[in-house]
C-alpha cells in the first residue's frame, strides 16, 4: 500500500483518501470489481462515480491496477501486484466471478507460439474461463 501512495506522489499526484480506499479495496478483492463495486465499498463520504471512474484510470496508467473484460456488460479492475497470480472463472449464465491461485501456470508453448508469430515479448498473462457455475449446473440438472 505504501509504494502505491509513492506512486502516486513520484507522478505528481495527490494521494487523496479515495485513491487510497480503491488501492485498498483492490487489494483486498479476490476478484475483480466493477467501479460501482468498488464505490459501494468506499466509506462514507463517498466520492462520486465519474471520481471513482477517473482516479481507476489513472491508476491503470500508472500501472497500479489493471483493467479486465471479463463480461461484455462491464469492465472489472483488479489491483496490479507482484507476485499475486490468479486466474477466473465466469459464469455466463448469471454472470457471476470466482476466481483461484493455479498451482501451475506453465504458459511458456503459448508465450512461445506468440513470440515466434507476433515477436511479441510475453511478460503476463491474464486468464478467464467462461461457463457455468455451480449453482447455474446445479439449477439445470435439477430442472432435468
Ligand atoms: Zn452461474
Ligand atoms: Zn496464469
Not at 501486484?81 to 504458459?107: A, T, W, Y
Request: include cysteine; charge should be positive.
Amino acid at each position: 500500500m505504501k509504494s502505491a501512495i509513492e506512486t502516486f506522489r513520484n507522478m505528481g499526484h495527490p494521494a487523496t483518501r479515495g485513491r487510497g480506499e480503491i488501492m485498498r479495496i483492490l487489494a483486498e478483492s479476490p476478484i475483480p470489481l466493477s467501479p460501482r463495486e468498488i464505490r459501494e465499498r468506499i466509506p462514507d463520504p463517498k466520492p462520486d462515480a465519474s471520481t471513482v471512474y477517473r482516479n481507476l484510470s489513472l491508476m491503470v496508467s500508472l500501472g497500479l491496477a489493471r483493467s479486465v473484460a471479463l463480461h461484455e456488460r462491464s469492465r472489472r479492475y483488479e489491483a496490479a501486484m507482484d507476485g499475486l497470480h490468479r486466474h477466473r472463472v465466469v459464469c455466463r449464465r448469471c454472470g457471476s466471478i470466482e476466481s483461484f491461485q493455479p498451482k501451475n501456470c506453465d504458459l511458456s508453448r503459448i508465450e512461445k507460439d506468440i513470440r515466434g508469430t507476433l515477436g511479441f515479448d510475453v511478460t503476463d498473462h491474464s486468464l478467464e474461463f467462461f461457463g457455468a457455475c455451480a449453482d447455474c449446473e446445479g439449477k439445470q440438472r435439477g430442472r432435468r
